[in-house]
């Protein structure tokens, strides 16, 4: 991603969360998170990754949302960043913690069993001394 680039969609992240946050009445879109902004090389498209704190059961809510209000959020973006023309929003659940999530659940379901080899390597070692 090319320096512009980059902090373009940091810019545009750091805008959006505060509209979200300061300027959108929608009850659908409290505690709504952008969690990562990627614009295209040509700074016409931007896909924007979204998740509700963890709360996977109000992705349809929170999109509907967002698809309503894109027309504002686009237009208060255009006011607040140097562009030729303002990126188009697409706004996209984001799966990351979800993911995370299950990593982690898998990762804490584990049975590992001690390694004899190992235990009986340290007990030697106490030997020699």
Known sequence: MAIKQGRMSERIQTILSEL??????????HNVTITEVQLDPEMVVARIYVNALGDETRQTEVLTGL???????RREV??????RSTPELHFMWDTTLEYGERI????????????????????DGDDNE
């Open 20 to 29: 979200l946050r300061r300027e959108v009445s929608d009850p659908r879109l």
């Open 67 to 73: 698809k309503r209000a894109s027309g504002f959020l």
């Open 78 to 83: 255009g006011k607040r960043v140097r562009l």
């Open 104 to 123: 982690n659940r898998l990762i804490d379901g584990l049975v590992i069993p001690p390694d004899d080899t190992l235990a009986a390597t340290l007990n």
